[in-house]
Nanobody
Framework: QVQLVESGGGSVQAGGSLRLSCAAS????????MGWFRQAPGQERDGVEV???????NHDESVKGRFTLSKDKAKNTLDLQMNSLKPEDTAMYYC?????????????????????WGQGIQVTVSS
């Protein structure tokens, strides 16, 4: 049974940094498309950044230059380094994994239909 467990969330002031980690069991990260989605209260769920098995990445324009996605092969974790955080980054963040990445516009339905989701972890950025 594949399971994803997120950690590293919390509260930070605007301009600060947080590092999220997603630990996987029952799967090897290198063979999957994986990444992070987020959902703020009353808002729709949006993709943040994903990385495919070949190392290629894609991201939402709102996090460009601020968030960095990486795989830790030794720990079998997926990490999201978040710098220069803004209040609008406040959301529940979800780690996700699926066999292969679709185009950016189709990522959410692809993950919803075929992906494995973590329970989510809260990130709060105050102004």
């Amino acid at each position: 049974q594949v399971q994803l467990v997120e950690s590293g969330g919390g509260s930070v002031q605007a301009g600060g940094s947080l590092r999220l980690s997603c630990a996987a069991s029952g799967m090897t990260y290198s063979h999957y498309c994986m990444g992070w989605f987020r959902q703020a209260p009353g808002q729709e769920r949006d993709g943040v950044e994903v990385i495919d098995s070949d190392g290629s990445t894609n991201h939402d324009e709102s996090v460009k230059g601020r968030f960095t996605l990486s795989k830790d092969k030794a720990k079998n974790t997926l990490d999201l380094q978040m710098n220069s955080l803004k209040p609008e980054d406040t959301a529940m963040y979800y780690c996700v994994a699926v066999g292969s990445c679709a185009s950016w516009s189709y990522l959410l339905p692809e993950f919803l239909l075929h992906g494995t989701w973590g329970q989510g972890i809260q990130v709060t950025v105050s102004s």
